[in-house]
């Protein structure tokens, strides 16, 4: 297998784990990715994650040719730099179906002169990662 082959099967198993990570609320790093606790409760907050999860669902349509609506977001991580990375869980309807689906969102919500920057949208993949951290 090739560096690139190998990079590019293992991509996706490393970007779920940052969907997908245990509370360390009582530790403190840089470059720590932490849970959005009861993001619901922060209107800011939530309108943002809302605006995020509707632009990616947006684009994922018109990359896929696909119909869905955002519902609702499921929950979200967060890691602080320059601004602040957004790892969205988020749920989707197909408007034309009625189905639901899971989605995930990498996006970055830049302060002063760092831009805000949508980075993907993907269903959640069902596979567990094999990597152990």
Known sequence: MTKKDWLSENYDDTM????????FSNTRA??????????????LLIKDLNKWSDFS??????????NYEFVKVVNANSLVVQGVYFYITFEAKDAVHSQSKIFQA?????????????????IKPTTQSRFCY
């Not at 779920?16 to 509370?23: A, C, G």
């Not at 990498?106 to 993907?122: A, D, I, M, Q």
Request: hydrophobic share 35%.
């Open 30 to 43: 840089l470059s720590l990715i932490t849970p959005l606790a009861n993001p619901e409760e922060d209107l």
């Open 57 to 66: 669902i947006k684009d994922y349509n018109v990359k896929h040719n696909a």
């Open 106 to 122: 990498k996006v970055f919500e830049g302060y002063g002169l760092c831009p805000s920057e949508f980075e993907f949208c993907r």
């Open 16 to 23: 779920t784990n940052m969907f997908d990570v245990e509370d």
